[in-house]
């Protein structure tokens, strides 16, 4: 069934995929990882949204900064997202963190 569009305001890019491909990920130091995670996607798309000072982040990958992991709700990809999740992000969006 999934989420109704309208309730989804955006997404950052998927050119992760892309470059995983072209380089070791899982070997690289923390600079040239970051590049290409999750994390460095997100920050990118708030810099160009400065007006989103709230959001939360569902996903089921964990390579985001330190200061996404209070906007992070980890969902398992086998089982997708529960209630428990739901729960989850919006207290965070409730709390404001």
């Not at 997404?11 to 600079?31: S, V």
């Not at 460095?40 to 089921?60: F, M, Q, S």
Request: hydrophobic share 30%; charged share 35%; with cysteine.
């Amino acid at each position: 069934m999934g989420l109704d569009e309208n309730y989804v305001i955006d997404k950052t890019p998927e050119y992760i995929w892309r470059c995983l491909t072209k380089y070791d990920y899982f070997t690289e130091n923390y600079e040239e990882k970051y590049e290409y995670s999750r994390g460095a996607e997100i920050d990118g798309w708030l810099k160009e949204h400065p007006e989103v000072t709230n959001y939360v982040i569902i996903d089921d990958r964990t390579d985001f900064t330190e200061e996404q992991k209070e906007h992070f709700v980890h969902v398992d990809s086998m089982w997708g997202l529960t209630d428990k999740h739901i729960e989850l992000a919006i207290n965070i969006l409730k709390n404001g963190k």
